[in-house]
């Protein structure tokens, strides 16, 4: 007995061994590529091979990592390690991630910091390239809005452990800076922060597992952007569904996190409109809304595009730009109901006109520029705007 017993040891070792690749390769037969959801990327293809890249070794690196990202039952391994380091380990921050039994935040230095002078000067370049922008926006007889929202990290400050660096010292100094330069070069500016400070519970109007703003959040920008532009946002009714939003933080958390989250959508029905994505037609929802399951930010207007531009033949209403981040996408369904035209530019995406050139061509009545404070001094894609 003790005999086949070590026997059948080493048997199962090696046999474990080769089914593991056996079974790798059968999945690589079957689907050679792929996206994992947790982690937001696409995994590695198949590497191609050269002379050169043999003789660096790169090919040996880029098999390793095609190894490591189609193993077999990868996202089952990888959920396991999460759970290990939630509840046998006991972390407090796990996938850069912060757990919370109310909030998911990101752990602090998952963003780069600036320096002092370095953010000063991003800040000005910043504010330099929007002058043209406000030229331009003068010539059309268009009123300018740059406005500052709060990411989540900002709003949920108070959830960060006493002990941990809180990244909210950060974007401070980050609005502060940009909000001085828009001044000092005469943009016209509003910092939403103060507005979602006051409220008395912030968790209706900001995601408690994404980084994004909720449908509420993106409403009361949106009121408070028209009530700045002089005009009377129309009321609007938003609920609750009985979907699961699969935000930013719980998604790499393979859904162990016991914070959950409702995804928000309008009770009221749109306009009639027709729709154009990066100048084809389109029939993407506004808001895609699914009664049961999971949702995604992505939902709100399809996620992030280049251009969209909404038509609902309402000449008498104005029109509007709306140019930005993600942030842009839960608020553009909002602006459906009061204008005419909207049209939203997302830079990092958008490879058409500078944005003078566009409201020239365009000629709105408004022009909102809306990004969050741990992005805006970005000097790349709507950080580069002139």
Sequence with gaps: MK???KLLLPLLFFAALLLVPALTLYGLVESPSGWSVEENRALADVPEGSLQSM???TLVQNLETFYSDHIFARRQLLKLDTLLQMKLLHRPAVHDVVLGDTVLLPAPGFSAKLSGEAREAQAVSIAEGLQSVKSAADEVGAQLLYTLVPEQRTVYAAYYPDWMENPALETKKNRDALL???QEAGIPAFDMTGVFAALEDPIPYYSRVDHHYTLRGAYLTYETVCEAFGLQASERTIMDTGSELLGTYNRKLYGLSPVREA???????????????????????????HASGQSLYTDYMGGDIGETIVKTNRPELPKILIVGDSFTNALEPLAVFDFDEMHS????HFDGAALSDYIRAYRPGYVLILRDDVSCLNRTGNGAIS
């Design 263 to 289: 995804m928000q959508v309008l009770q009221d029905a749109f306009p009639d409109y027709t729709r154009e994505d990066n100048g084809k037609a389109s029939d993407t929802p506004l808001i895609q809304i």
């Design 3 to 5: 005999t086949k017993t």
């Design 55 to 57: 003789l660096d070794g």
């Design 180 to 182: 001085s330069a828009l």
């Design 345 to 348: 530019l997302d830079y990092r």
